[in-house]
Structures are given as structure tokens and as C-alpha cells.
């Protein structure tokens, strides 16, 4: 049997989008199946460059994120950061940092002394 549109409001549909009724083999018409709705998109993240010397410890909100060097990049999504690095019992490099999708990398270079 052939398959039939089904009134809904004009309004539930996207432009590129159709509900039909399916018609069952004892001729009934079975309800349309609904979709589920699409996962939303992840943040774009945006990379942060590390160049540190000699080294540093990489903070992130607190939480340790790895060693600079060896850590080069960090990918973060939008939204404020503190950054805090590390080294030793010297002064420690702090910074707020704000990230914005569409962002263009973001590079932190820092000498302890």
C-alpha cells in the first residue's frame, strides 16, 4: 500500500521536512515516528600555545594540566580560564583567560628568571 502525508501543524516542520502515515498490512495506518532530536554541536575550541622556559607546570582552573615543555597545546572550549604556571619556588605567571568560539589560537610565552 502507498504511504499517505499526515496533517500536522505547518509550523513543527523544518522547511525540508515531511511527516507520512505508513499504512499496515491489515490496511490500518500506523503513527509517524518521531525522530529524536539532534545532539547540539560541541564548542569549538580554541588551541592555547605554551612556550615556557626553562619549564613550567600548567594550572587550568586549578587543576594540573601537564608540564611545559614537554605540553605545547592545550585546546580549550569557550569561556574563562585562570592559568597559573609553576616553577619551583620561583613567581608564578597568572593570567585570566577568555575564550570565544571562533577564536584565533591564543599563545603564552613566559621566561621564569
Same mark, same amino acid.
Given at each position: 500500500?502507498?504511504?499517505? +502525508?499526515?496533517?500536522?501543524?505547518?509550523?513543527?516542520?523544518?522547511?525540508?521536512?515531511?511527516?507520512?502515515?505508513? /499504512?499496515?498490512?491489515?490496511? /490500518?495506518?500506523?503513527?509517524?515516528?518521531?525522530?529524536?532530536?539532534?545532539?547540539?554541536?560541541?564548542?569549538?575550541?580554541?588551541?592555547?600555545?605554551?612556550?615556557?622556559?626553562?619549564?613550567?607546570?600548567?594550572?587550568?582552573?586549578?587543576?594540573?594540566?601537564?608540564?611545559?615543555? !614537554?605540553?605545547?597545546?592545550?585546546?580549550?572550549?569557550?569561556?574563562?580560564?585562570?592559568?597559573?604556571?609553576?616553577?619551583?619556588?620561583?613567581?608564578?605567571?597568572?593570567?585570566?583567560?577568555?575564550?570565544? +568560539?571562533?577564536?584565533? !589560537?591564543?599563545?603564552?610565552?613566559?621566561?621564569?628568571?
Amino acid at each position: 500500500m502507498a504511504a499517505s +502525508a499526515a496533517t500536522v501543524p505547518a509550523a513543527s516542520l523544518g522547511p525540508s521536512e515531511t511527516v507520512v502515515a505508513i /499504512a499496515t498490512a491489515s490496511g /490500518a495506518t500506523a503513527a509517524p515516528v518521531e525522530e529524536p532530536p539532534a545532539a547540539p554541536k560541541p564548542p569549538d575550541t580554541v588551541p592555547v600555545r605554551f612556550k615556557i622556559r626553562p619549564w613550567g607546570e600548567v594550572y587550568v582552573g586549578g587543576a594540573k594540566r601537564g608540564v611545559s615543555p !614537554p605540553l605545547r597545546t592545550l585546546s580549550l572550549a569557550p569561556g574563562v580560564y585562570q592559568i597559573e604556571i609553576r616553577n619551583g619556588n620561583l613567581k608564578p605567571l597568572r593570567r585570566t583567560l577568555k575564550i570565544e +568560539a571562533g577564536d584565533r !589560537p591564543v599563545s603564552i610565552d613566559y621566561a621564569f628568571e
